[in-house]
């Protein structure tokens, strides 16, 4: 076995491995990421057209994390620091979690959850055109059958590497997806629609019409809002989805959410699913938190 270099990334506090891991373990059908037995595998994009990253991350003695970059003896400080800004961004490290903690203490809903998942953070995703492409394979469907169709997606399209007998896979990208037609993705039971969604996407993207900097330069929740919804086959859900999972808006809120939808339902006893107008009433405590509200009433139930 070659050796590996290694990295120590410290933590913020509150943070816990154990419950980042448990969210991470949803499901095995996740393509992007492994998790086996404490630690967890995936690929981290490199810049200045480097091969990306296969790292194994697991906690270290000193509770802070411990980076092995597999296959590689000596990584680059540039290329350190680029696995370690990856890593802080996926788990939200840049977030100071205790105000969100001291508004859900006195929440009587969001108080049931802060005990049981203290030290989560909402974990993340990166590149926008997967958080967009993941938002429009969920839509209308259960959550394992959207991993199922993601696998599928990514093993089609996107490209993997092998280290150390493990396969390593990286999201499609974007110029891959634009070239298709909707009737290659028939096969995976991909609907005409969503297909179409999705090419769309990969085709704005692959042009520079959409990209993250810009949707983040537009500086104003609404603004980037108005720029995702006007875009064929993204809706207010799956805008809001983007703007928690990818741009990182803490008051972004997928309001309208079934998940969500349920864990309300569970954690109150009701028998009916609680009505959008009682769910604005419930959040008016939690604004500017509603992305971590929702992430955490989410972890309830998936």
Same mark, same amino acid.
């Given at each position: 076995?070659?050796?590996?270099?290694?990295?120590?990334?410290?933590?913020?506090?509150?943070?816990?491995?154990?419950?980042?891991? &448990?969210?991470? @373990?949803?499901?095995?059908?996740?393509? %992007?990421? =492994?998790?086996?037995?404490?630690?967890?595998?995936?690929? #981290?994009?490199?810049?200045?057209?480097?091969?990306? +990253?296969?790292?194994?991350?697991?906690?270290?003695?000193?509770?802070?994390?411990?980076?092995?970059?597999?296959?590689?003896? @000596?990584?680059?400080?540039?290329? =350190? @620091?680029?696995?370690?800004?990856?890593?802080?961004?996926?788990?939200?490290?840049?977030?100071?979690?205790?105000? *969100?903690?001291?508004? !859900?203490?006195?929440?009587?809903?969001?108080?049931?959850?802060?005990?049981?998942?203290?030290?989560?953070?909402?974990?993340?995703?990166?590149?926008?055109?997967? !958080?967009?492409?993941?938002?429009?394979?969920?839509? =209308?469907? &259960? %959550?394992?059958?959207?991993?199922?169709?993601?696998? @599928? *997606?990514?093993?089609?399209?996107?490209?993997?590497?092998?280290?150390?007998?493990?396969? *390593?896979?990286?999201?499609?990208?974007?110029?891959?997806?634009?070239?298709?037609?909707?009737?290659?993705?028939?096969?995976?039971?991909?609907?005409?629609?969503?297909?179409?969604?999705?090419?769309?996407?990969?085709? %704005?993207?692959?042009?520079?019409?959409?990209?993250?900097?810009?949707?983040?330069?537009?500086?104003?929740?609404?603004?980037?809002?108005?720029?995702?919804?006007?875009?064929?086959?993204?809706?207010?859900?799956?805008?809001?989805?983007?703007?928690?999972?990818?741009?990182? %808006?803490?008051?972004?809120?997928? #309001?309208?959410?079934?998940?969500?939808? &349920?864990?309300?339902?569970?954690?109150?006893?009701?028998?009916?699913?609680? +009505?959008?107008?009682?769910?604005?009433?419930?959040?008016?405590?939690?604004?500017?938190?509603?992305?971590?509200?929702?992430?955490?009433?989410?972890?309830?139930?998936?």
């Amino acid at each position: 076995m070659t050796e590996s270099a290694l990295l120590h990334i410290q933590v913020p506090e509150p943070f816990s491995y154990k419950e980042t891991v &448990n969210y991470l @373990r949803r499901s095995a059908n996740e393509p %992007l990421y =492994q998790v086996e037995r404490d630690a967890v595998y995936r690929l #981290i994009p490199s810049d200045g057209g480097e091969e990306p +990253a296969a790292v194994e991350i697991q906690e270290s003695g000193d509770g802070g994390l411990l980076v092995r970059v597999i296959g590689e003896e @000596r990584v680059s400080e540039e290329r =350190q @620091r680029g696995i370690e800004a990856y890593i802080r961004e996926w788990f939200d490290f840049d977030t100071d979690l205790l105000p *969100f903690y001291e508004m !859900a203490e006195k929440d009587p809903l969001l108080v049931h959850t802060i005990g049981r998942f203290h030290g989560l953070r909402s974990v993340g995703i990166s590149d926008l055109f997967e !958080a967009l492409c993941w938002g429009i394979i969920g839509q =209308q469907i &259960n %959550l394992a059958f959207a991993y199922t169709l993601k696998r @599928r *997606f990514v093993e089609a399209y996107g490209q993997s590497v092998e280290r150390e007998g493990r396969t *390593f896979w990286q999201f499609p990208v974007p110029e891959t997806i634009a070239a298709l037609k909707p009737e290659d993705m028939a096969s995976m039971q991909m609907t005409a629609k969503k297909s179409e969604y999705l090419i769309g996407v990969a085709k %704005l993207m692959a042009e520079g019409a959409l990209d993250k900097q810009s949707l983040l330069a537009l500086g104003d929740f609404a603004a980037i809002e108005k720029q995702l919804t006007g875009i064929r086959g993204i809706g207010p859900w799956t805008a809001n989805y983007v703007l928690m999972r990818c741009l990182r %808006l803490p008051n972004a809120f997928p #309001i309208a959410d079934v998940g969500l939808h &349920n864990s309300i339902k569970a954690l109150t006893g009701s028998e009916e699913k609680p +009505a959008i107008s009682e769910i604005r009433r419930m959040a008016e405590g939690w604004r500017g938190w509603e992305s971590y509200a929702t992430f955490y009433l989410w972890r309830v139930l998936y």
